[in-house]
């Protein structure tokens, strides 16, 4: 009996020790890297929402447009960097980061694809204040096409950038998925993964193998960017991946699709996975849809080709 106490003893002391040094190494990681502060914060706009602070810039003059970010993780509002500012020229241009992303505040939550329907609407309504057009890169377009269908007086056009599949999102959280978002939320060891997946040989790996056409031009303040804003706000900063990983934010768009008939164009990059079958799928459910393909781009066609990426955006606008 002494000894099995002895046993007990030991292992909750060597537990204690190992979580306090992930602990310290998990504090560690998150401030090493924003070391280069690549997202710059002291043009700082905060829209007040009810579940925290959302980030966002402000420039130009002319029509609004709202610019919002992917969902990957350590995507904000950085990714449009190279289009801001030709874009202001005649343009009121608004830049996101959206809640549990980049600047905003990364509260515990689960984030659906609801939350940002609401934190769409409310940031058109209470910050921009008029119709606007929006344009979206990668999953963020299912949250623009649902909030268009809830809010129709508050959206213009939808310029949709690589969105996704939307057979895909109709897959709803199983209970593998829901056990993956619970363990990636323990504290210190949940954290502990999220920063291996999230690491700066894993980012780099993920934007060669699926974000840029030419991986020997992969640009490295992109990357910086990414790997700064997957790590702002300490722990909390894995829960908008740990729900957008386990499907918490897949929803079905399709009835949406179908019933909104405000224009809608996809730019698509010329090398994305299935980028072409995508394209098609949204056309077969709303023929009006209207589409151009960019050469040499993949996933950030604003990042690999900014010059044609605003021709084609200026025809539509």
């Known amino acids: 009996m002494k000894k099995n106490k002895n046993r007990l003893a030991t292992f ?37 929402w009810r579940f925290g602070e959302i980030f966002y810039t402000k420039k130009g003059s002319g029509s609004p447009v ?72 990668g999953f963020s377009g299912s949250f623009a096409v649902m909030a268009c269908r809830n809010e129709k007086s508050l959206f213009n056009r939808l310029i949709l950038v690589n969105p996704p599949a939307p057979g895909n999102l109709t897959q709803m959280p199983s209970r593998k998925d829901r056990l993956l978002k619970y363990f990636l939320e323990i504290p210190v060891f949940g954290t502990l993964v999220y920063h291996i997946i999230v690491s700066r040989v894993n980012t780099s790996d ?14 490295q303040n992109l990357l910086d960017a990414y790997y700064e804003a997957a790590h702002r706000g300490g722990c909390q900063a894995k829960a908008a991946y740990a729900s ?27 090398a994305e996975n ?13 023929p009006s849809v209207e589409s151009v393909t960019i050469s040499h781009t993949k996933h950030l066609p604003h990042v690999e080709d900014p010059e044609k990426f605003l021709e084609q955006i200026g025809v539509f606008l």
């Open 206 to 219: 993920f934007f060669i193998e699926n974000m840029v056409f030419d991986p020997f031009h992969l640009d």
């Open 66 to 137: 709202l610019l919002i970010h992917d969902m990957l993780p350590g995507a904000c509002g950085y990714e449009w960097n190279r289009i801001e500012e030709e874009l202001a020229m005649e343009h009121t241009v608004y830049t996101i980061d959206l809640l549990g992303c980049g600047r905003s505040e990364k509260p515990g939550m689960t984030y659906t694809n609801f939350v940002y329907v609401q934190i769409i609407c409310d940031f058109i309504r209470n910050v921009i204040g008029e119709k606007t057009d929006v344009i979206t890169s």
């Open 12 to 48: 909750l002391v060597l537990f204690s020790s190992a979580t306090a040094i992930i602990h310290i190494a998990n504090k560690i990681i998150a401030a090493s890297a924003s070391l280069k502060e690549m997202l710059d914060s002291n043009r700082r706009n905060y829209y007040k």
């Open 274 to 286: 299935n980028g072409a079958a995508v394209v098609d799928s949204y056309r077969s459910i709303n």
């Open 244 to 270: 957008k990983a386990s499907r918490f934010m897949n929803i079905n768009i399709l009835p949406a699709l179908k019933s909104i008939d405000n224009s809608i164009f996809i730019i698509e990059g010329e």
